[in-house]
């Protein structure tokens, strides 16, 4: 298992570092357990953390609701859950990184 997420029951909880005011939304790599990932959206009003749970959303192939932002609202280190369905997808990002 991959210290940056843990399958616990039902979901898939991912620890993130986000990098907000980026001129795209893209992976950038794991650092410090952390999935790093740069945002192409600016950190207020809770625009950053909607762009973040999008373009995750994109990437797993799945509804935007199924993200779900657990942890650091207010933080660039987030934690965000899944649903576990989503693993081999989640793993496959892990290789391409």
């Known amino acids: 298992m991959e210290d940056w997420f843990r399958i616990t029951g039902d979901f898939i ?3 993130l570092k986000a990098f907000p005011n980026f001129s795209k939304n893209e992976f950038t790599g794991i650092r410090d357990k952390r999935l790093c990932v740069r945002i192409a959206a600016p ?3 809770g625009k950053a953390n909607a762009s973040l749970r999008e373009f995750l959303a994109k ?3 799945c509804a935007k609701r199924d993200v779900v932002l657990v942890k650091g609202e207010k933080s660039r280190l987030k934690t ?3 649903p576990a369905a989503y693993s081999e997808k989640l793993k496959n990002l892990y290789g391409s990184l």
């Open 59 to 61: 990437t797993l192939d």
């Open 13 to 15: 909880h991912i620890d």
């Open 80 to 82: 965000v859950k899944v």
């Open 43 to 45: 950190p207020e009003d």
